[in-house]
Protein backbone atom coordinates (compact mmCIF):
# COMPACT_ATOMS: atom_id res chain seq x y z
CA UNK A 1 0.00 0.00 0.00
CA UNK A 2 1.15 3.51 -0.96
CA UNK A 3 -0.09 7.16 0.06
CA UNK A 4 0.46 9.72 -2.53
CA UNK A 5 0.83 13.45 -2.03
CA UNK A 6 -2.03 14.39 -4.71
CA UNK A 7 -5.08 12.85 -6.08
CA UNK A 8 -3.77 9.76 -8.19
CA UNK A 9 -5.36 9.31 -11.76
CA UNK A 10 -3.29 7.45 -13.61
CA UNK A 11 -0.72 3.82 -13.20
CA UNK A 12 1.39 2.84 -16.05
CA UNK A 13 3.95 -0.25 -15.69
CA UNK A 14 6.51 -0.52 -18.29
CA UNK A 15 6.40 -4.33 -19.00
CA UNK A 16 10.61 -4.29 -20.10
CA UNK A 17 12.19 -4.79 -16.76
CA UNK A 18 15.60 -2.66 -16.05
CA UNK A 19 17.83 -5.47 -16.17
CA UNK A 20 17.12 -5.56 -19.97
CA UNK A 21 17.05 -1.94 -20.19
CA UNK A 22 20.90 -1.88 -21.48
CA UNK A 23 22.76 1.38 -20.90
CA UNK A 24 26.08 0.67 -23.79
CA UNK A 25 27.64 3.90 -22.33
CA UNK A 26 28.84 2.77 -19.58
CA UNK A 27 29.32 -0.69 -20.30
CA UNK A 28 28.08 -1.38 -16.64
CA UNK A 29 26.92 -4.32 -14.48
CA UNK A 30 23.58 -5.11 -15.01
CA UNK A 31 21.36 -5.54 -12.03
CA UNK A 32 20.01 -9.61 -11.78
CA UNK A 33 16.92 -8.86 -9.92
CA UNK A 34 13.82 -8.45 -12.14
CA UNK A 35 12.96 -4.77 -11.52
CA UNK A 36 9.95 -2.89 -13.64
CA UNK A 37 9.75 1.41 -14.11
CA UNK A 38 5.94 2.06 -12.25
CA UNK A 39 4.52 5.47 -12.89
CA UNK A 40 1.78 7.01 -10.97
CA UNK A 41 0.01 10.48 -12.56
CA UNK A 42 -1.08 12.29 -10.37
CA UNK A 43 -3.45 15.51 -10.62
CA UNK A 44 -5.08 17.67 -8.10
CA UNK A 45 -7.17 20.59 -8.21
CA UNK A 46 -6.69 23.80 -5.73
CA UNK A 47 -10.11 25.49 -5.25
CA UNK A 48 -10.14 29.03 -5.64
CA UNK A 49 -11.44 31.81 -2.45
CA UNK A 50 -14.52 30.89 -3.57
CA UNK A 51 -15.24 27.28 -3.03
CA UNK A 52 -18.58 27.31 -5.23
CA UNK A 53 -17.17 28.46 -8.20
CA UNK A 54 -13.45 27.36 -10.11
CA UNK A 55 -13.05 30.65 -10.62
CA UNK A 56 -9.52 31.29 -9.17
CA UNK A 57 -8.87 27.52 -9.07
CA UNK A 58 -5.67 26.09 -10.49
CA UNK A 59 -4.60 22.34 -11.25
CA UNK A 60 -1.19 20.67 -10.20
CA UNK A 61 0.32 17.51 -10.33
CA UNK A 62 3.50 15.08 -10.27
CA UNK A 63 4.93 11.92 -11.81
CA UNK A 64 5.78 9.05 -9.13
CA UNK A 65 8.63 6.74 -10.89
CA UNK A 66 8.44 3.81 -8.66
CA UNK A 67 10.92 0.55 -9.29
CA UNK A 68 8.86 -2.41 -8.34
CA UNK A 69 11.35 -5.29 -7.51
CA UNK A 70 9.49 -8.99 -8.84
CA UNK A 71 12.09 -11.86 -8.25
CA UNK A 72 11.39 -15.05 -6.19
CA UNK A 73 12.38 -15.74 -2.92
CA UNK A 74 15.43 -17.47 -3.89
CA UNK A 75 16.81 -14.68 -5.64
CA UNK A 76 16.00 -12.09 -3.47
CA UNK A 77 16.70 -14.07 0.08
CA UNK A 78 13.77 -12.85 1.35
CA UNK A 79 10.27 -12.65 1.37
CA UNK A 80 8.24 -13.05 -2.32
CA UNK A 81 6.09 -9.81 -1.61
CA UNK A 82 6.21 -7.12 -4.09
CA UNK A 83 6.28 -3.45 -2.83
CA UNK A 84 6.02 -0.16 -4.05
CA UNK A 85 9.25 1.31 -2.19
CA UNK A 86 10.19 4.86 -2.11
CA UNK A 87 9.60 7.06 -5.40
CA UNK A 88 13.17 6.73 -7.68
CA UNK A 89 11.64 10.08 -8.73
CA UNK A 90 9.46 12.53 -8.32
CA UNK A 91 8.55 15.45 -11.18
CA UNK A 92 5.79 18.61 -10.05
CA UNK A 93 4.12 19.86 -12.95
CA UNK A 94 2.34 22.67 -13.38
CA UNK A 95 -0.70 21.32 -14.48
CA UNK A 96 -2.78 17.88 -13.15
CA UNK A 97 -2.06 14.70 -14.79
CA UNK A 98 -5.15 12.99 -16.37
CA UNK A 99 -3.59 9.93 -18.82
CA UNK A 100 -0.42 8.82 -18.66
CA UNK A 101 1.06 5.91 -20.80
CA UNK A 102 4.44 3.96 -22.12
CA UNK A 103 5.66 2.96 -25.13
CA UNK A 104 5.65 -0.33 -24.74
CA UNK A 105 6.77 -2.25 -28.04
CA UNK A 106 10.21 -0.93 -28.08
CA UNK A 107 13.12 1.64 -27.31
CA UNK A 108 12.87 4.92 -28.94
CA UNK A 109 16.42 5.75 -30.85
CA UNK A 110 18.05 8.74 -30.65
CA UNK A 111 21.35 9.81 -31.94
CA UNK A 112 23.65 12.13 -31.20
CA UNK A 113 27.08 12.99 -30.05
CA UNK A 114 26.81 12.54 -26.14
CA UNK A 115 25.15 10.03 -23.73
CA UNK A 116 23.71 11.47 -20.64
CA UNK A 117 26.83 13.71 -19.49
CA UNK A 118 29.15 11.63 -20.24
CA UNK A 119 32.14 12.58 -22.75
CA UNK A 120 32.84 9.49 -24.68
CA UNK A 121 34.97 11.47 -26.68
CA UNK A 122 37.92 11.28 -23.81
CA UNK A 123 38.62 7.81 -24.18
CA UNK A 124 40.31 7.26 -27.82
CA UNK A 125 40.43 3.83 -27.48
CA UNK A 126 36.67 3.84 -28.27
CA UNK A 127 36.63 6.14 -30.96
CA UNK A 128 36.78 3.10 -33.15
CA UNK A 129 32.45 2.04 -31.80
CA UNK A 130 31.44 5.98 -30.97
CA UNK A 131 28.46 5.50 -33.43
CA UNK A 132 27.30 2.45 -33.30
CA UNK A 133 27.89 2.68 -29.19
CA UNK A 134 25.76 6.14 -29.14
CA UNK A 135 22.81 4.87 -30.95
CA UNK A 136 22.68 1.98 -28.36
CA UNK A 137 22.78 4.40 -25.54
CA UNK A 138 20.64 6.79 -26.65
CA UNK A 139 17.76 4.11 -27.10
CA UNK A 140 15.38 4.95 -24.44
CA UNK A 141 11.70 3.77 -23.31
CA UNK A 142 9.66 6.85 -23.47
CA UNK A 143 6.58 7.54 -21.68
CA UNK A 144 3.66 10.53 -22.62
CA UNK A 145 1.27 11.81 -20.24
CA UNK A 146 -1.75 14.18 -20.91
CA UNK A 147 -2.11 17.16 -19.03
CA UNK A 148 -5.01 19.58 -17.96
CA UNK A 149 -2.65 22.27 -19.71
CA UNK A 150 -4.06 20.61 -22.84
CA UNK A 151 -0.48 19.28 -23.69
CA UNK A 152 0.93 16.54 -24.40
CA UNK A 153 4.53 15.87 -22.85
CA UNK A 154 6.80 13.17 -23.61
CA UNK A 155 9.39 11.83 -21.55
CA UNK A 156 12.41 9.50 -21.46
CA UNK A 157 13.90 7.12 -18.81
CA UNK A 158 17.01 7.67 -18.42
CA UNK A 159 19.98 5.33 -16.77
CA UNK A 160 21.40 7.31 -13.79
CA UNK A 161 24.40 5.20 -14.22
CA UNK A 162 26.92 6.95 -15.64
CA UNK A 163 30.47 6.75 -13.87
CA UNK A 164 30.89 9.52 -11.18
CA UNK A 165 34.52 11.36 -11.57
CA UNK A 166 37.11 9.19 -10.23
CA UNK A 167 35.11 6.15 -11.26
CA UNK A 168 35.57 3.35 -14.06
CA UNK A 169 32.78 1.41 -15.66
CA UNK A 170 33.96 -1.68 -13.31
CA UNK A 171 33.49 0.20 -10.20
CA UNK A 172 31.12 -1.82 -8.56
CA UNK A 173 27.30 -0.62 -7.44
CA UNK A 174 25.39 0.02 -4.67
CA UNK A 175 21.85 -1.55 -4.56
CA UNK A 176 20.12 1.79 -5.28
CA UNK A 177 22.42 2.43 -8.16
CA UNK A 178 21.59 -0.34 -9.60
CA UNK A 179 18.04 0.86 -9.95
CA UNK A 180 18.58 4.16 -10.41
CA UNK A 181 16.62 5.08 -13.18
CA UNK A 182 14.35 8.88 -13.66
CA UNK A 183 12.15 10.37 -15.94
CA UNK A 184 13.59 13.19 -17.97
CA UNK A 185 10.78 15.72 -19.86
CA UNK A 186 12.13 15.54 -23.75
CA UNK A 187 9.88 17.99 -25.08
CA UNK A 188 6.00 19.08 -25.01
CA UNK A 189 3.29 19.86 -27.25
CA UNK A 190 3.47 23.40 -26.34
CA UNK A 191 6.44 23.74 -28.27
CA UNK A 192 4.31 23.11 -31.45
CA UNK A 193 5.09 25.41 -34.29
CA UNK A 194 2.02 24.22 -35.89
CA UNK A 195 -0.72 25.17 -33.62
CA UNK A 196 -2.87 28.10 -34.15
CA UNK A 197 -3.52 29.10 -31.21
CA UNK A 198 -1.29 31.16 -28.54
CA UNK A 199 -1.97 28.81 -26.36
CA UNK A 200 -2.94 25.15 -25.98
CA UNK A 201 -5.62 25.84 -23.87
CA UNK A 202 -8.37 26.42 -26.02
CA UNK A 203 -8.16 22.68 -26.54
CA UNK A 204 -9.31 22.43 -23.20
CA UNK A 205 -7.82 19.52 -21.09
CA UNK A 206 -6.32 16.48 -22.71
CA UNK A 207 -8.08 13.66 -21.43
CA UNK A 208 -6.23 10.73 -22.87
CA UNK A 209 -3.44 9.17 -24.77
CA UNK A 210 -2.22 6.48 -26.44
CA UNK A 211 0.81 5.47 -28.88
CA UNK A 212 0.80 3.69 -31.62
CA UNK A 213 2.65 0.15 -30.89
CA UNK A 214 2.89 -1.17 -34.46
CA UNK A 215 6.82 -2.20 -35.11
CA UNK A 216 8.21 -1.69 -38.33
CA UNK A 217 11.12 -3.38 -38.25
CA UNK A 218 11.53 -6.19 -35.35
CA UNK A 219 15.04 -6.39 -35.49
CA UNK A 220 15.57 -2.19 -34.81
CA UNK A 221 14.64 0.66 -32.28
CA UNK A 222 12.00 2.74 -33.15
CA UNK A 223 13.04 6.30 -34.57
CA UNK A 224 9.60 7.59 -35.29
CA UNK A 225 6.12 6.79 -34.31
CA UNK A 226 2.75 8.52 -33.22
CA UNK A 227 0.54 9.55 -30.43
CA UNK A 228 -3.59 9.74 -30.34
CA UNK A 229 -4.61 12.35 -27.95
CA UNK A 230 -8.43 13.38 -27.10
CA UNK A 231 -10.00 16.25 -24.97
CA UNK A 232 -12.30 17.96 -23.25
CA UNK A 233 -13.57 20.03 -26.10
CA UNK A 234 -14.76 17.31 -28.12
CA UNK A 235 -11.64 17.21 -30.29
CA UNK A 236 -9.02 14.36 -31.02
CA UNK A 237 -5.70 14.49 -32.12
CA UNK A 238 -2.75 13.03 -33.99
CA UNK A 239 1.05 14.08 -33.25
CA UNK A 240 4.03 12.39 -35.44
CA UNK A 241 6.65 11.67 -33.38
CA UNK A 242 10.48 11.24 -34.72
CA UNK A 243 13.72 12.69 -34.06
CA UNK A 244 14.99 15.73 -36.44
CA UNK A 245 18.07 16.39 -37.64
CA UNK A 246 19.67 18.47 -34.79
CA UNK A 247 19.20 14.74 -32.55
CA UNK A 248 16.29 16.66 -30.63
CA UNK A 249 12.78 15.25 -30.48
CA UNK A 250 10.08 16.66 -32.85
CA UNK A 251 6.25 16.20 -32.04
CA UNK A 252 4.17 17.75 -34.95
CA UNK A 253 0.40 17.95 -34.82
CA UNK A 254 -0.77 16.40 -38.45
CA UNK A 255 -4.59 15.84 -37.18
CA UNK A 256 -7.04 17.91 -35.17
CA UNK A 257 -11.05 17.50 -35.68
CA UNK A 258 -14.23 17.71 -33.56
CA UNK A 259 -14.87 14.19 -32.79
CA UNK A 260 -18.15 14.42 -30.46
CA UNK A 261 -20.85 16.56 -29.85
CA UNK A 262 -23.93 15.89 -27.32
CA UNK A 263 -26.90 18.74 -27.94
CA UNK A 264 -24.82 20.48 -30.26
CA UNK A 265 -22.38 21.14 -27.67
CA UNK A 266 -18.43 19.33 -27.55
CA UNK A 267 -18.72 16.62 -25.69
CA UNK A 268 -15.59 15.19 -23.26
CA UNK A 269 -14.00 12.78 -25.72
CA UNK A 270 -12.63 10.68 -22.43
CA UNK A 271 -10.62 8.02 -24.70
CA UNK A 272 -8.68 6.98 -27.70
CA UNK A 273 -6.29 4.87 -29.48
CA UNK A 274 -5.41 3.80 -32.54
CA UNK A 275 -6.96 0.14 -33.66
CA UNK A 276 -3.44 -1.58 -34.05
CA UNK A 277 -0.74 -3.57 -31.80
CA UNK A 278 2.95 -4.34 -31.97
CA UNK A 279 2.14 -7.16 -34.11
CA UNK A 280 -0.54 -6.22 -36.49
CA UNK A 281 -1.33 -3.09 -38.70
CA UNK A 282 -4.37 -4.06 -40.19
CA UNK A 283 -6.16 -0.90 -39.19
CA UNK A 284 -3.29 1.28 -38.97
CA UNK A 285 -4.83 4.37 -39.83
CA UNK A 286 -8.18 3.64 -37.73
CA UNK A 287 -8.39 5.83 -34.92
CA UNK A 288 -11.32 4.31 -32.23
CA UNK A 289 -12.46 7.31 -29.77
CA UNK A 290 -15.54 7.24 -27.44
CA UNK A 291 -17.36 10.41 -25.52
CA UNK A 292 -19.66 11.80 -23.04
CA UNK A 293 -22.20 11.69 -25.65
CA UNK A 294 -22.76 7.97 -25.38
CA UNK A 295 -21.09 7.00 -29.10
CA UNK A 296 -18.31 4.97 -29.63
CA UNK A 297 -16.61 6.34 -33.17
CA UNK A 298 -13.78 4.70 -36.24
CA UNK A 299 -12.08 6.95 -38.36
CA UNK A 300 -10.24 6.75 -41.17
CA UNK A 301 -7.22 9.20 -41.08
CA UNK A 302 -6.46 7.88 -44.86
CA UNK A 303 -9.53 10.55 -45.89
CA UNK A 304 -7.41 13.39 -44.20
CA UNK A 305 -3.95 13.62 -44.70
CA UNK A 306 -3.69 16.93 -42.90
CA UNK A 307 -4.95 19.23 -39.96
CA UNK A 308 -6.28 21.93 -42.61
CA UNK A 309 -8.37 19.09 -44.28
CA UNK A 310 -10.92 19.14 -42.09
CA UNK A 311 -12.57 15.91 -39.90
CA UNK A 312 -11.14 12.62 -40.95
CA UNK A 313 -14.46 10.25 -42.12
CA UNK A 314 -16.34 8.15 -39.77
CA UNK A 315 -16.19 4.78 -40.25
CA UNK A 316 -18.37 3.46 -38.41
CA UNK A 317 -20.03 4.41 -35.17
CA UNK A 318 -22.02 2.46 -32.51
CA UNK A 319 -24.55 3.87 -29.88
CA UNK A 320 -25.29 0.55 -27.76
CA UNK A 321 -24.12 2.83 -24.49
CA UNK A 322 -26.56 3.87 -21.42
CA UNK A 323 -23.79 6.52 -21.08
CA UNK A 324 -20.70 8.30 -21.44
CA UNK A 325 -18.04 5.81 -23.09
CA UNK A 326 -15.16 6.28 -20.86
CA UNK A 327 -12.06 3.90 -22.11
CA UNK A 328 -10.99 1.70 -25.26
CA UNK A 329 -7.87 -0.73 -25.65
CA UNK A 330 -6.75 -2.69 -28.95
CA UNK A 331 -5.82 -5.92 -28.09
CA UNK A 332 -2.09 -6.07 -27.91
CA UNK A 333 -1.56 -9.62 -29.07
CA UNK A 334 -4.54 -10.50 -31.28
CA UNK A 335 -5.88 -9.11 -34.45
CA UNK A 336 -9.42 -7.61 -35.03
CA UNK A 337 -10.24 -7.41 -31.22
CA UNK A 338 -11.06 -4.46 -28.68
CA UNK A 339 -12.38 -3.43 -25.79
CA UNK A 340 -14.69 -0.67 -24.81
CA UNK A 341 -15.85 0.70 -21.32
CA UNK A 342 -18.53 2.54 -20.41
CA UNK A 343 -20.38 4.70 -16.96
CA UNK A 344 -22.75 2.02 -17.75
CA UNK A 345 -20.53 -0.42 -15.97
CA UNK A 346 -20.02 -2.95 -18.82
CA UNK A 347 -16.68 -3.82 -20.22
CA UNK A 348 -17.67 -4.73 -24.21
CA UNK A 349 -15.84 -7.22 -26.48
CA UNK A 350 -15.64 -6.15 -30.66
CA UNK A 351 -14.82 -7.34 -33.48
CA UNK A 352 -13.23 -4.46 -35.85
CA UNK A 353 -14.81 -6.20 -38.59
CA UNK A 354 -18.57 -5.83 -37.32
CA UNK A 355 -18.36 -2.61 -35.69
CA UNK A 356 -21.95 -0.30 -36.86
CA UNK A 357 -24.84 1.20 -35.51
CA UNK A 358 -26.99 -1.84 -35.47
CA UNK A 359 -23.88 -4.05 -34.63
CA UNK A 360 -23.78 -5.95 -31.43
CA UNK A 361 -20.55 -6.51 -29.78
CA UNK A 362 -19.12 -10.23 -29.28
CA UNK A 363 -20.00 -10.27 -25.43
CA UNK A 364 -19.82 -7.96 -22.53
CA UNK A 365 -19.83 -8.40 -18.50
CA UNK A 366 -20.98 -6.34 -15.97
CA UNK A 367 -18.40 -5.08 -13.71
CA UNK A 368 -19.82 -2.91 -10.27
CA UNK A 369 -18.78 0.42 -11.42
CA UNK A 370 -18.24 2.87 -13.83
CA UNK A 371 -15.11 1.54 -15.96
CA UNK A 372 -12.16 4.41 -16.26
CA UNK A 373 -9.15 1.88 -17.01
CA UNK A 374 -9.22 -1.12 -19.33
CA UNK A 375 -5.67 -3.29 -19.35
CA UNK A 376 -5.23 -6.44 -21.41
CA UNK A 377 -2.78 -8.51 -19.94
CA UNK A 378 0.56 -7.94 -21.53
CA UNK A 379 0.61 -11.60 -22.88
CA UNK A 380 -1.97 -13.66 -22.11
CA UNK A 381 -5.37 -12.30 -24.97
CA UNK A 382 -7.57 -13.64 -22.64
CA UNK A 383 -7.45 -11.69 -19.25
CA UNK A 384 -8.58 -7.93 -18.83
CA UNK A 385 -7.62 -5.55 -15.79
CA UNK A 386 -10.33 -2.98 -15.16
CA UNK A 387 -10.29 0.09 -13.07
CA UNK A 388 -14.25 0.33 -12.44
CA UNK A 389 -13.76 3.00 -10.11
CA UNK A 390 -16.02 3.08 -6.83
CA UNK A 391 -16.39 -0.78 -7.90
CA UNK A 392 -12.75 -1.54 -7.16
CA UNK A 393 -10.65 -3.07 -9.55
CA UNK A 394 -11.74 -6.30 -11.35
CA UNK A 395 -10.54 -9.25 -13.17
CA UNK A 396 -12.34 -10.41 -16.44
CA UNK A 397 -11.51 -14.15 -18.21
CA UNK A 398 -12.89 -13.59 -21.76
CA UNK A 399 -13.61 -17.42 -23.20
CA UNK A 400 -12.71 -18.68 -26.52
CA UNK A 401 -12.38 -14.99 -28.20
CA UNK A 402 -9.11 -16.69 -30.04
CA UNK A 403 -11.60 -18.78 -32.13
CA UNK A 404 -14.76 -16.86 -31.80
CA UNK A 405 -16.57 -15.44 -34.55
CA UNK A 406 -14.35 -17.12 -37.22
CA UNK A 407 -16.34 -16.19 -40.72
CA UNK A 408 -19.48 -15.39 -39.04
CA UNK A 409 -20.12 -17.93 -37.26
CA UNK A 410 -22.90 -17.15 -34.89
CA UNK A 411 -22.60 -20.65 -33.00
CA UNK A 412 -18.67 -19.72 -32.49
CA UNK A 413 -19.84 -15.65 -31.31
CA UNK A 414 -22.30 -17.37 -29.05
CA UNK A 415 -19.45 -19.64 -27.41
CA UNK A 416 -17.07 -16.42 -26.36
CA UNK A 417 -18.06 -15.34 -22.84
CA UNK A 418 -16.69 -13.45 -20.34
CA UNK A 419 -16.59 -14.00 -16.28
CA UNK A 420 -15.22 -11.61 -13.32
CA UNK A 421 -12.30 -14.21 -12.18
CA UNK A 422 -11.13 -11.94 -9.54
CA UNK A 423 -12.00 -8.48 -7.66
CA UNK A 424 -10.24 -6.02 -5.23
CA UNK A 425 -12.62 -3.59 -3.56
CA UNK A 426 -9.76 -2.26 -0.80
CA UNK A 427 -9.93 1.56 -2.52
CA UNK A 428 -12.31 4.10 -0.92
CA UNK A 429 -12.34 6.40 -3.85
CA UNK A 430 -12.88 5.70 -7.62
CA UNK A 431 -10.60 3.78 -8.92
CA UNK A 432 -8.66 5.21 -11.54
CA UNK A 433 -5.74 3.76 -12.63
CA UNK A 434 -4.72 -0.09 -12.50
CA UNK A 435 -1.95 -2.45 -14.37
CA UNK A 436 -0.49 -5.70 -14.69
CA UNK A 437 3.04 -6.40 -12.76
CA UNK A 438 3.97 -9.50 -14.91
CA UNK A 439 7.68 -11.27 -14.53
CA UNK A 440 7.66 -14.23 -17.46
CA UNK A 441 10.59 -15.89 -16.59
CA UNK A 442 9.29 -16.88 -13.01
CA UNK A 443 5.56 -16.39 -14.09
CA UNK A 444 5.36 -13.95 -11.21
CA UNK A 445 2.15 -12.26 -11.38
CA UNK A 446 0.45 -9.11 -9.39
CA UNK A 447 -1.77 -6.34 -10.14
CA UNK A 448 -1.52 -2.68 -9.07
CA UNK A 449 -4.00 0.00 -8.86
CA UNK A 450 -4.49 3.36 -7.55
CA UNK A 451 -7.90 5.64 -6.36
CA UNK A 452 -8.33 9.29 -6.52
CA UNK A 453 -10.07 10.72 -3.48
CA UNK A 454 -8.70 8.70 -1.03
CA UNK A 455 -4.92 8.96 -2.86
CA UNK A 456 -3.94 5.33 -2.20
CA UNK A 457 -1.95 2.80 -4.49
CA UNK A 458 -2.55 -0.81 -4.02
CA UNK A 459 -0.38 -3.97 -5.42
CA UNK A 460 -2.44 -6.83 -5.30
Known sequence: KLTTRLNACSLETLYTSTKHIHCPATQRQQPSEASYPLVIGCYQLNEGENQESSEGASRSGALLLHSIDMFPESVSGSSNKIKFGEARNVIDTDAGILDGKWLQSRPF????????????????????????????????????TASASGSIDIYRLVDNRIPSEGEDDQTELTDVQKLSYRLEQEITSKDNDNNDSDSTDDNG??????????????????????????????????????????????????????????????????????????????????????????????????????????????????????????????????????????????????????????????????????????????????RILVGAMHGGCRIVQVVNLETGDEGGNKEAKSAIKANITAEFTEHKSMAYGADWLYHATDQIEAAASCSFYDRQAFIW
Request: hydrophobic share 30%; with cysteine.
Open 109 to 144: RFTSTATNGHDNTKDNARNDNLVSTLEEAESCFMYA
Open 205 to 382: LALSLAWDEFIVDPSACQDKTRIVSSYSNGSIAVHNVQQSSSSSLVMEETHRWKGHTLFGCPSEVWTSCFANNRHYNTYGDTIISGGDDCILKLWDLRTCTSRDEGTPGTISSNKDFEAGVTAVSYNPTMEHYFAVGSYDEYVRIWDMRKVGPRADPLVKVHVGGGVWRIKWHPKDPD
